[in-house]
C-alpha cells in the first residue's frame, strides 16, 4: 500500500516531512522507523566532522585567522589540528 502513497494522502501535520524530504525519502523513513520515536541532530553535530577535515587538510600554521574565519578558540583550534 506504501507504494501507492501520495501526497494527498498523507495526514496533514505529517505532510510538511515528506515535501521537504520527498516522498520516496518518506516512504523509506515510514518502512525503517514507522512508529519510533527518533532524534535528529542539529545541522552542526553532523557536519562537525567535515569542519575539522577541512580545517586539517587546509591550514597553513597561521592559528589565529583560521580560529577567526571558523569562529572557534585557538585552543580549540590547536586540539583539532594535534588530534588523529
Known sequence: MLDKLKLEDIPEQFRDLA?????DAYRKLIRYAGG???????EYRVTR???DRILRET???DYKSF????RISEGHL????NSR
Not at 36 to 42: A, G
Not at 67 to 70: E, G, L, P, T, V
Open 49 to 51: 566532522n567535515v569542519r
Open 19 to 23: 515535501e521537504v524530504i520527498g516522498l
Open 78 to 81: 590547536r586540539r583539532i589540528i
Open 36 to 42: 519510533m520515536s527518533i532524534y535528529i541532530p542539529v
Open 59 to 61: 591550514f597553513s600554521g
Open 67 to 70: 580560529s577567526k574565519a571558523y
